[in-house]
């Protein structure tokens, strides 16, 4: 754009905008114009504003200054046409960023519309280099315009324009920072009431997933105190390890998205961690280790401590977004001595930190959860059937080739199975299926799903053919029964 700019004219024959500051002798025409006129001019407009060039003479404004340096006349009439309005604005730096208290020059960013190419932008990058040689501005931010859910430009006469008020008013102000956050703003953004009713259930799903975190954790009173409780991070379980680890990869990613202000990938990526590794996966796993262990045995914490830096990092994450919603969740979270627990504004992002980093771990899980939904098929489909209700009553048999990775994988990580798929018992057949109640699935397994063996334990609702009844008659497996003792 400015390559192929071979000019600009910075004069336009208006009655209105900026004036000009030149003034002609009546008698000989020649103009007058000097360092000393410009800043008598600058003085009344800092006091009246440029209407003073209309409401006074020529010599009320120049007083001494009204004589002409070519033939000493002092009758004078005034420029009329005005500055190119686009000069206007593109000095307004001058103002802003060298009077302008707790403000420096050059700016971080200048934001606005994408029809400003040849506008603002252009016209404040040339004033600046010309008169201090370099751009105004460290970073330029563009964006679209508006429009309704149908790609059509808002006005009054359609009746498709939606007030932010309006938005405010039903759905909360962070919602519709939300929608903000979530649009690729540098081309046309559409709004709609049904864009913000689903965007609503995200802004849901979020706020559900920080309220479970803080559940799990308690107060610091009655259970969960970072201060005292927190394990180190190389201590975790593997799972925990693999969700913190989850986190840190979003951490990385999050920060670049702010310094980059791609505040969309923001969006989706901390929706999908919410959604997909926390909901779908670890809190999912991890309800049986936080509900049925000992209070303060060391898995419970483990993964307690996994999902405090998981709750404290996505508040601070969030902040900029749904500032509302985070300063909310901040009030109720226990905090490290090291926080400032007034504000969550007063605290730093998270960082990417090295020693949240396990490859190994986290390849191992991703690897197994990516047959997990082959397995909540199956018991989905036996739970239609009336094969089971819950999960925990099910025991699970995968029939598959011995020799195919993914019954390798199983293999290798035979004690984590139960766990990962939510089931009581899980056997591994390398035989061929006999009976018609099994699934196939796309990796070359198949799953069956029958009744687990045993009897039911009244506290973790886990099968187990080796649970003692209390004094009650009620049955508790040797786990629950070492958690009451």
């Known amino acids: 754009m400015v390559k192929d700019r071979s000019d600009w004219c910075i004069s336009r024959q208006r009655?209105?905008?900026?004036?000009?500051?030149?003034?002609?002798?009546?008698?000989?025409?020649?103009p007058l114009i000097n360092e000393e006129t410009i800043k008598r001019i600058a003085k009344l407009f800092d006091i009246e504003g440029s209407a003073g060039w209309y409401t006074h003479t020529p010599e009320e404004i120049l007083g001494e200054l009204a004589v002409c340096k070519e033939c000493g006349g002092h009758h004078f009439r005034a420029e009329q046409d005005i500055m190119d309005v686009w000069f206007d604005s593109g000095s307004?730096?001058?103002?802003?960023?060298?009077?302008?208290?707790?403000?420096?020059?050059?700016?971080d960013v200048y934001l606005e519309g994408n029809d400003q190419y040849r506008g603002w932008f252009q016209s404040s990058l040339l004033t600046s280099v010309a008169t201090r040689g370099v751009a105004p501005y460290k970073t330029v931010i563009t964006h679209g315009m508006v429009v309704d859910g149908e790609g059509k430009k808002m006005s009054k006469s359609l009746g498709n324009g939606i007030d932010p008020q309006d938005v405010i008013k039903?759905?909360?102000?962070?919602?519709?920072?939300l929608w903000v956050s979530s649009v690729e703003y540098t081309s046309d953004v559409r709004i709609?009431?049904?864009?913000?009713?689903?965007l609503s259930e995200i802004y849901r799903k979020i706020r559900n997933t920080l309220r479970i975190l803080l559940a799990n954790l308690g107060s610091a009173e009655n259970d969960f105190d970072p201060n005292k409780d927190m394990l180190k991070i190389i201590d975790l379980e593997d799972m925990d390890k693999w969700a913190v680890a989850r986190l840190n990869r979003l951490v990385e990613r999050v920060r670049n998205a702010y310094e980059n202000?791609?505040?969309?990938?923001?969006?989706?990526?901390?929706?999908?961690?919410?959604?997909?590794?926390?909901?779908?996966?670890?809190?999912?796993?991890?309800?049986?280790?936080?509900?049925?262990?000992?209070?303060?045995?060391?898995?419970?914490r483990s993964a307690q401590t996994a999902m405090y830096i998981i709750a404290n990092s996505l508040i601070r994450l969030l902040a900029p977004i749904l500032s509302f919603t985070s300063e909310?969740?901040?009030?109720f979270i226990s905090h490290l001595d090291s926080e400032n627990a007034e504000s969550v504004f007063y605290n730093d992002m998270p960082t990417f930190d090295s020693k949240q980093c396990f490859d190994e771990v986290e390849e191992k899980y991703n690897a197994l959860f990516?047959?997990?939904?082959?397995?909540?098929?199956?018991?989905e489909i036996a739970r239609a059937n009336?094969?089971?209700?819950?999960?925990?009553?099910?025991?699970?048999?995968?029939?598959?080739?011995?020799?195919?990775?993914?019954?390798?994988?199983?293999?290798?990580?035979?004690s984590l199975l139960e766990t990962i798929f939510i089931v009581s018992q899980v056997a591994l057949s390398y035989d061929k299926p006999t009976h018609d109640v099994f699934n196939e699935t796309e990796s070359g397994i198949s799953v069956e799903v029958t009744q687990a063996n045993g009897e039911k334990c009244v506290r973790c609702w886990m099968y187990d053919q080796n649970t003692a009844s209390d004094e009650q008659g009620q049955h508790l497996c040797e786990r629950c029964k070492n958690a009451v003792r």
Request: glycine share 4%; with cysteine; hydrophobic share 35%.
């Open 15 to 30: 009655k209105w905008g900026v004036p000009i500051p030149i003034f002609y002798c009546e008698d000989c025409k020649k």
């Open 170 to 177: 039903t759905y909360g102000a962070d919602v519709l920072r």
């Open 328 to 331: 909310e969740v901040w009030d």
């Open 370 to 379: 990516e047959h997990r939904d082959d397995v909540m098929k199956a018991l």
């Open 192 to 198: 709609s009431p049904d864009i913000l009713k689903q």
């Open 92 to 107: 307004s730096y001058a103002y802003v960023l060298d009077e302008m208290p707790d403000h420096r020059f050059p700016a």
């Open 261 to 300: 202000f791609q505040f969309h990938l923001i969006y989706h990526d901390i929706h999908n961690y919410c959604s997909i590794d926390l909901s779908k996966l670890y809190i999912d796993i991890t309800k049986d280790r936080l509900y049925c262990e000992r209070k303060d045995d060391k898995a419970r």
């Open 386 to 414: 009336k094969v089971i209700g819950k999960s925990l009553e099910a025991k699970i048999t995968i029939y598959g080739d011995k020799k195919s990775e993914t019954m390798k994988l199983f293999e290798q990580n035979r």
